[in-house]
């Protein structure tokens, strides 16, 4: 991972965002171009690139989703009908390079719209003259995806006094946009690069937030917080953080939603089952759990029981894994996996304080 996010964050950013309007790059832009909902085209990136890689055409917008969102080689005539003034700022905030060749331009982050914010985060795929790479590496600042939209289809209502506490900030995708109502906005990352995209996406769309690199089992916290949003890795991780995290950070009164996708077992009997078995807070929070429809996160009992494959499933980064992925299930006893949202309140202390 060569790009800086650090250097980045420490622009002025606002700027790129008006040259980015300007150029008319939005996702609804892009989606309709490829009559796909604009959803379905975050959603799953990497596929998309491989299937509509050169259909989006070269028109500005098109030429920044090319660059941007589908992580594809554009040739340098074709970025150079962008205006100049984007061209400089492109290379000049190191977002794009000439290949080797010096043919082509391609990008060295992704750029995501997502209602009228821009998030600049880094590219986990490459799309090399048609073939798709994919790159993992654990300090990785992963863009807006459908897990975030899951979360963030979710999130409550923010009175304009409150705080909210982003754990596993990412890009800032589920914090940014709340800094219009909430009162103090914070996320924090275990991921050096996810806090200081988080910064430099603050600082693009213009608006307030503090993000600070540490975990949240170390995050020394001045406060507890109204809502606290937690788009985890896995379930070992949201799982942890309600039980030991919860406690702490969040306030009598307060709301956490925690989405993550959750290992339903033969013995629980249904995905309550799982989470009563896995949760071991106080009798102050309640828990309840929300399951979003048609998840690509989630895989129903049939599937698991009879073999097959959903038509569309984002549970395992390439093809090729899925059948390991299965066996792994169904060796641990796994007969149903559910995407879910625990959302959680917490009532207002009792007469022991507690
Ligand atoms: C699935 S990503 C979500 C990113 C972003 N919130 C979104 O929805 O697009 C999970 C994030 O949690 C971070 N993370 C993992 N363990 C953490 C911990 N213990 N404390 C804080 N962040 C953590 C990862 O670095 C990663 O950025």
């Given at each position: 991972m060569t790009f800086d996010p650090e250097q980045l964050a420490e622009h002025d950013l606002r700027p790129l965002r008006e040259l980015l309007l300007d150029a008319g790059?939005?996702?609804?832009?892009?989606?309709?171009?490829?009559?796909?909902?604009?959803?379905?085209?975050?959603?799953?990136?990497?596929?998309?690139?491989?299937i509509h890689g050169d259909s989006l055409g070269s028109s500005p917008s098109a030429v920044l989703g090319r660059l941007f969102l589908l992580c594809a080689l554009v040739p340098v005539p074709e970025v150079r009908k962008l205006s100049s003034s984007l061209i400089q700022a492109l290379y000049g905030y190191n977002l794009v390079r000439a290949d080797a060749a010096g043919r082509h331009v391609v990008g060295n982050v992704t750029i995501t719209e997502v209602d009228g914010f821009y998030y600049v985060a880094d590219r986990l795929f490459e799309n090399t003259s048609g073939a798709v790479g994919v790159t993992i590496s654990s300090d990785v600042c992963m863009p807006p995806h459908a897990s975030s939209f899951e979360l963030a289809k979710a999130i409550s209502v923010v009175s304009p006094d409150s705080s909210v506490l982003d754990v596993?900030?990412?890009?800032?995708?589920?914090?940014?946009?709340?800094?219009?109502?909430?009162?103090?906005?914070?996320?924090?990352?275990?991921?050096?690069?996810?806090?200081?995209?988080?910064?430099?996406?603050?600082?693009?769309?213009?608006?307030?937030?503090?993000?600070?690199?540490?975990?949240?089992?170390?995050?020394?916290?001045?406060?507890?917080?109204?809502?606290?949003?937690?788009?985890?890795?896995?379930?070992?991780?949201?799982?942890?953080?309600?039980?030991?995290?919860?406690?702490?950070?969040?306030?009598?009164?307060?709301?956490?939603?925690?989405?993550?996708?959750?290992?339903?077992?033969?013995?629980?009997?249904?995905?309550?089952?799982?989470?009563?078995?896995?949760?071991?807070?106080?009798?102050?929070?309640?828990?309840?759990?929300?399951?979003?429809d048609d998840s690509l996160f989630s895989l129903g009992r049939d599937v698991l029981a009879h073999g097959g494959r959903p038509a569309r499933t984002l549970l395992v980064e390439r093809h090729s894994e899925w059948q390991a992925y299965v066996d792994s299930l169904r060796r641990r006893g796994v007969v149903e996996v559910a995407s879910i949202i625990l959302d959680i309140t917490r009532g207002r202390p009792g007469p022991s304080g507690q």
């Open positions: 790059y939005r996702t609804e832009t892009l989606a309709g171009h490829l009559r796909l909902h604009p959803e379905m085209l975050l959603a799953d990136t990497a596929r998309n690139s491989l596993g900030c990412g890009s800032g995708c589920l914090s940014l946009p709340l800094t219009a109502s909430a009162g103090l906005v914070t996320g924090i990352d275990t991921s050096s690069r996810a806090v200081a995209f988080s910064r430099a996406n603050a600082s693009c769309n213009g608006v307030t937030a503090r993000f600070e690199h540490v975990g949240w089992e170390k995050f020394d916290s001045p406060e507890q917080y109204d809502l606290i949003l937690y788009n985890s890795p896995d379930e070992r991780a949201a799982f942890e953080f309600v039980n030991d995290g919860l406690p702490r950070l969040l306030r009598h009164g307060g709301r956490a939603q925690v989405r993550l996708v959750c290992d339903i077992h033969a013995e629980d009997r249904d995905v309550q089952g799982a989470v009563r078995r896995m949760t071991n807070v106080g009798p102050q929070f309640d828990v309840r759990v929300l399951a979003p």
